[in-house]
């Protein structure tokens, strides 16, 4: 039987998720980029692979919004809102701790989560997935053209699962899931989206056990991805599986794919040690605070820095940032995604104004280690050289953090390439434009 579907709410937006298998083990599988929870149940070949996984694991899978029975959205998602629909419903479920099961796209949005949040991850497994759309076999301008003019036909399957394309009920399948997962407006702006994304610059931070399994001559996705992934993920373990399929649960050997995931999330595994995260560091600091400081003396001074404190604690809650410490006329605070982290910057630079003040703010996404309630590491210094190039009422980002929020609708200027006083190598540094 068909599991049933339920609603997460992820924000403003309901997630359509299932939950089946009765094992020890907790899953959440994201799946690909065009899905639809209950189409996925009518096709025996993906039934029978989705059944192999609750033999021993409770599995939770779900639509991405904007797609299948999910909400659909205005604007696209970037990965920051795909994390908190990943988180919502792993917390509508009840669960904790999870290992994750992202398949293609939905493995760029597994392994950021991982980096974020190590402590709900107990194991990653990426499938056929890619850090950058680079690695794709199709341009940006063939997959619009397809869904211009043949959305919904099922001739995708030449990419996702060209050893199905001469079997006429399967296509049909497919053509229908193609249908039932996105009109062909929506998927061409999720392809769109997709084609900035781009997560080579965290896999580093990736600390959970990781596998990492794709198929030499993949279609859709160059095996190369899948060996970049495995190589720059600390300790991967890597499987290469002949075939052409891009789909896991198509091939001759999806029953070997599955033994190995099997294989791989039930084997006794150490507990991840979570004294590091991917987080996003925002450093703010008051322009000018020496001359302000004389201009009022020490007592109207005090009063204006408690009301600068009071205005950006206001507005980290909004935005979920978790503030480390004050730094004299500034604050360090961290945030779980960049978007998030980004748009607060913005925030308080624009609601500092009115105290007759200016701050400047600098961002950058990495790996931190939590020291008690402070942060340190690399990431955090190259946070603070970013914010030490703004000007006033300017918020600066690195390239990192630019390339993280793709698809979130915030738009930068390119500040060049810059050297970063006891920080190897040049980096590029983005303006946020408002």
Partial sequence: MQPDTRYARSGDVHIAYQVFGEGPLNVVFAPPGFTNVEHWWDEPEVSRWLLGLASYARVVMFDKRGTGLSDRVADFPGLDQRMDDLRAVTDAAGIEQAALLGISEGGTMSALFAATYPSRCRALVLCNAYPASTFAFSTLEQSLDYIERDWGSGGSLARFAPSRVNDSAFKRWWGKNERVSNSPAGAAAYARMNRLIDISDILSTIRVPTLV?????????????????????????????????????????????????????????????????????????????????????????????????????????????????????????????????????????????????????????????????????????????????AGAGEVLVSGTVKDLVAGSGLRFGDRGSHSLKGVPGKWRIFTVER
């Fill in 213 to 389: 399994i794709h198929r030499t001559n993949d279609k859709n996705v160059s095996v190369e991805g899948g060996r970049f992934l495995a190589t720059h993920i600390p300790g991967a373990r890597y499987l290469e599986v002949p075939g052409v399929d891009h789909l896991p649960f198509v091939g001759d050997n999806a029953g070997d794919i599955a033994d190995a995931i099997e294989e791989f999330l039930t084997g006794s595994r150490p507990p991840v040690t979570v004294d590091r995260v991917l987080a996003t560091v925002l450093f703010t600091d008051i322009v000018g605070s020496t001359k302000k400081a004389a201009a009022l003396g020490d007592h109207r001074w005090r009063d204006l820095l408690d009301a600068h404190h009071t205005t950006i604690r206001r507005t980290l809650t909004r935005f979920r940032g978790h503030e480390i410490k004050t730094t004299g006329d500034g604050v360090l605070a961290t945030f779980d995604g960049p978007a998030r982290g980004v748009r607060c910057a913005c925030a308080i630079a624009d609601e500092i104004r009115p105290l007759g003040i200016e701050v400047r703010a600098g961002l950058h996404t990495g790996e931190c280690e939590m020291i008690d309630d402070d942060v340190g590491g690399i990431a955090v210094h190259i946070g603070a050289r970013i914010a030490s190039l």
